[in-house]
């Protein structure tokens, strides 16, 4: 079976400025895969031409082998109807309740009843952890909370793929080990694949069965394999230096 999504010969650029190349990886079937590496390396960047917010320079993107960047981009509705994109700020409309931010996606996509989309809302905060938070506002919940709601939305329209740009940034310790938490959860419960960019070491060993390092001094891919291996057996010095980092967990999830 072809991967889920498989990454050939992909190279990134601004104008004449290469941000990466030669990047190739595939992800698999359920796996939590983990985009990493220091400031400025382009781990959003690559985020955004997976979902296809950027064009590639060089290189292709397949989904379960069908190449999703040589599909003209006004053809791209299948693929983008297996996507689900949580932003970094969340990008929660602050003039609309969590159950209205989560129906919009829904309601532009599907001619459902409004109480179906309303359960449906509901259903998905709870999957989240906010059952009962339908009718409150972005600003009348905490970081952690907000963070949950944008997975909630990303998750409306039942994605079998999920793409989280620094989902736990900002959080405070225990905050981000509850949203690790219910990332596996998401994963266990729902079977997605799940694409998270983050810089966050706990996070990192806690959740990711696979991850890629890009390498900010060689512009191209460090390491790509487990975190727990990269930390411990890589070749190269930066990988190690940016997976040793501080006080780390000796286990993965």
């Not at 602050?94 to 309601?107: D, F, K, R």
């Not at 989309?117 to 709870?126: F, G, I, P």
């Not at 998750?155 to 900002?170: C, K, R, T, Y």
């Amino acid at each position: 079976m072809a991967a889920k999504i498989t990454v050939r010969n992909l190279t990134m650029a601004y104008g004449d400025q290469v941000v990466m190349h030669d990047l190739d990886f595939e992800i698999q079937d359920k796996d939590i895969f983990v985009i990493m590496g220091g400031s400025g390396c382009g781990k959003s960047t690559l985020l955004r031409h997976l979902i296809g917010l950027r064009e590639p320079a060089k290189g292709s993107i397949l989904y379960e082998g069908k190449d999703f960047t040589a599909t003209a981009p006004d053809e791209r509705g299948p693929f983008f109807q297996r996507f689900g994109v949580m932003y970094q700020s969340s990008a929660l409309w602050s003039s609309l309740t969590l159950a209205e931010n989560i129906s919009m996606p829904v309601e532009e996509s599907c001619k459902l009843p409004p109480k179906t989309v309303r359960d449906l809302a509901a259903y998905k905060l709870a999957l989240v952890g906010l059952s009962g938070y339908e009718d409150f506002y972005p600003a009348q919940i905490s970081g952690g909370m907000k963070k949950r709601a944008g997975i909630a939305r990303a998750m409306a329209l039942d994605p079998d793929i999920l793409f989280l740009d620094e989902p736990s940034s900002g959080l405070d310790p225990l905050s981000s080990r509850r949203l690790d938490d219910l990332i596996l959860g998401l994963r266990d419960s729902q079977g997605s694949t799940i694409v998270i960019v983050t810089h966050e070491l706990a996070s990192i060993f806690n959740i990711a069965n696979n991850a890629l390092f890009l390498d900010t001094a060689t512009h191209t891919q460090g390491a790509l394999g487990p975190p727990c291996e990269l930390r411990d057996h890589s070749y190269n010095p930066a990988v190690r230096l940016f997976l040793n980092r501080g006080d780390t967990p000796k286990t993965s999830s």
